[in-house]
């Protein structure tokens, strides 16, 4: 079987692995399914083959045998519902760690993507310095609450898993904001998830992609 | 089995079925699951029972023999999983079902959820009325992008799943926008999601509790 995955051309962060592929890279290394990357520039999202792929014109998306997924939370869910490693065997541990997935990607996520928004697309309207202070405090409020639930523990429910895998993606984005770092849990979390191997090679697979001549 | 979902004691929108509980409700008349409902106040909603529950102090949350979970997707994704009814039974199709549960709440609800913040939360901020149409603009290239890809179909791929319930929910919270109305093939399909009898019921259900003396 052939997986092939859709990534930037030259992803917009230079490489920093904020970019969705990297966490379908991750959940690929976790399972140690071998893939192809094929990369595609912004113009290209835009064309009809791409949109074929995802109606939306965004990376990644996912090909296997004939299968086509769009959306990274899906793809990295497909992939931990057909191979070992990503989901508990136990279905209420498995139905937990979904429910994780989707608290990083509809709960924890939009206040952040409403500050990157706000401290890039936005940065120079002259709304950009009022409005920063609130939007950084919804990012705030959400991050109290993820700290207080991980509490002292590893992961946010026993083991690793594909729930821990996306809230860590969505927190790496808050990275250069310096939030993170008002939370000392969930910079260690962040940590222990970068330090994983699987973490390492997809990062470094992403750099090198965006650091080629 | 008993299962118990928890609701606002008085939603915020005064019965519009915009609040979350509508779309456990209307996934679990789908597959035919009868439920109980527990209704939180908002202070209730802080308390550490809750939280427990739900470490973002949000609704709905779902309990069934012992599996508590929360956020909305996830329990519409249990509820779909677990019953027939809201999911293909072949797999690349339950698979692309389930990519449109998590583009509706990853790709569609975020522009949504800045547009509500935008009319409500900051109505009354000296940038409201400047910065509104650069968030409607956000919404409107996702509907593009969506009206494009459903087409003249009735649902998004094939009959209805759990993908066009979580969709369907999403595009109801930008009605009073206008925004849908310009969109004459996304107001028809939200209107087929309204038109079922199982949405008719969870909207009238949750109305009852919003409008009781």
């Known amino acids: ?4 995955i859709t990534a930037f051309d030259r992803s917009p962060d ?3 692995g904020l970019a969705r592929d990297t966490r379908v890279r991750w959940a690929l290394e ?24 995802n ?16 959306e990274t939370g899906a793809i990295v869910l497909h992939v931990a519902e057909t191979r070992d ?28 993507l409403d500050l990157s928004i706000a401290r890039l697309q936005e940065r ?7 409005r920063l202070p609130l939007v950084e405090e919804r990012v705030r409020t959400r991050l109290r609450q993820l700290s207080a639930r991980l509490g002292d523990a590893d992961w946010l429910d ?15 984005r808050l990275r250069s904001s310096g939030l993170l ?3 000392p849990r969930l910079s260690a979390y962040v940590a222990r998830g970068e330090a994983r191997p699987a973490y390492r090679r997809a990062f470094a697979d992403q750099l090198a992609v965006n650091t080629r001549p």
């Open 55 to 70: 109606p939306f014109g965004q990376i990644p998306t996912y090909e296997e045998d004939g299968l086509v997924l769009f």
């Open 158 to 172: 026993g083991d690793f898993t594909a729930g821990d895998l996306m809230m860590v993606s969505v927190l790496l």
């Open 124 to 130: 120079d309207r002259p709304w950009a310095a009022g």
């Open 85 to 112: 490693g990503l989901l508990p065997m136990d279905p209420a541990a498995r139905a937990r760690a979904i429910a994780w997935m989707f608290a990083a990607v509809n709960t924890v996520e939009p206040p952040i």
């Open 14 to 16: 230079g490489g920093k």
């Open 30 to 53: 976790e399972v140690g399914q071998p893939y192809e990357v094929r990369l595609v520039s912004f113009a290209a999202l835009k064309e009809p083959a791409h949109l074929a792929l």
């Open 1 to 4: 079987m052939t997986v092939t």
């Open 181 to 183: 770092d008002e939370f």
